[in-house]
């Protein structure tokens, strides 16, 4: 009789890093989570907020959270060095570096916080949509492996499926999860921000290169709302505000299945037309 | 006879930075800019900019930045140090920092590149408002100096008059110039980023202390918006989308008197209740 050998979720396999004498990280790009080229997005910049996760020196809960994606990740090993610029009573601020060969690729950081209980509001309620359970999941060969780590229901403004070139709004919506499920935490939010297509493809059903240059994750969700959100659905938003000179915006909202807003999020993203 | 001195905008006195043998920045508070406690937030992100528009080894405008009030700035000179960690064909990454007496006062990262012409369209239309000239300006005794730097025609979601408690929404919008006027460039459209009083004055009628933690600011202006807007008017918005535990966030636009988008912003700002 041999025990069953307890296998770590994928993407906690890929978040992992390992603790190196002079302080910093060192991390590998996953197989599990490759976009096109190199690494999906969302996992690189998951990677990033876990050296401030990991640290011994961390004071709160993730806040905010902006990556830069000054160049493509490679496939492989990669240092990761994260640095508490000033340490407050409640808050914490990080610089966060992602090098390769010695050259920085990833520039981030970050602010961490103590949340303390207060009045408070959801500004940007949840728009009316049907329960993710209503909504079936989208069964398709993925485009690419990291697509397969997330289990999505689209419920408006999915891929064009025609590319045609006709103008449509920017909007997007969806359920989404880990695929298999895992219980929210905050790096797998970190992760759920990017999970949109970009924005120019629904805009104008045309297939153009597309990348983020900077994202930026607002975190609303303290430990209540991960706990309360558990392994269910995100409802997950996005939308333009401007295309212009090569780059576009991304305005981004993920709920859970209760309404609770969890993150309002931002990108600046390049694209070739 | 004597000739007239020519005297620098105030504006341009703030942002001024003296560059050092070490290759960092030597700057200064602004008392024309001095909030409550230390300079208004918007001056201070205006000056890290400035060390990359400033620096010598720049690549292109300026696309995002990220800046991130780890501490109050105090009255008085600081070192700037802007590092151009990544440089690509187009775009370049910068890691800024402000110091004071050693110490970690701002953190900030910034992307310039350069704009190509493609296709584009403004996706968040202006909203429908009078024009700046028949909007009255604001004449109030200022409650701190830097109001005193800008010309403001509020349009709707003015500060409260009476601090009742009410429950309102949190949206505000104004026409806003430099005071007195100066032409639009980046920095000043950076400072502008930050007119806003806080969200949660607007959304609860309640005056309580808050404080912006991080501001994100993305360019959608090029040479060609700035030359338009001139020493035009900016139609700026703001309102917030989640108040919760002590953190809420701020969406903002900016557009120019043509309508067109200049800028989309983002911030977490705390606050006590």
Known sequence: MTSPVPTLHPFDQAIALELQPDGHWLGHTSPAYANMVGPYGGITAAQMLNAVLLHPKRLGDPLALTVNYAAGVADGPFVLQARPARTNRSTQHWVIELLQDGQSVITATAITAQRRDTWGV????????????????????????????????????????????????????????????????????????????????????????????????YFHAGAAQLAATGTGFVMAQARAQAFRNGFFDQTAQLWNEAGEMLVTSHQIVYYKA
């Not at 060969?141 to 403004?157: C, L, N, S």
């Not at 298999?180 to 153009?208: E, G, K, N, Q, Y």
């Open 122 to 217: 959801d500004d940007e309620p949840m728009p009316a949509c049907p329960a993710a359970a209503d909504v079936p999941s989208l069964r398709v060969a993925a485009p690419v492996v990291w697509f397969d780590r997330y289990e999505t229901k689209p419920i408006t403004g999915p891929l064009p499926v025609t590319w045609d070139g006709s103008s449509q709004n920017s909007l997007s919506q969806l359920w989404v999860r880990d695929q298999p499920a895992r219980p929210l935490d905050f790096a797998s939010l970190t992760a759920l921000a990017d999970i949109f297509f970009p924005r120019v493809w629904r805009r104008r059903a045309t297939h153009v290169p597309a990348g983020t240059v900077s994202m930026t994750v």
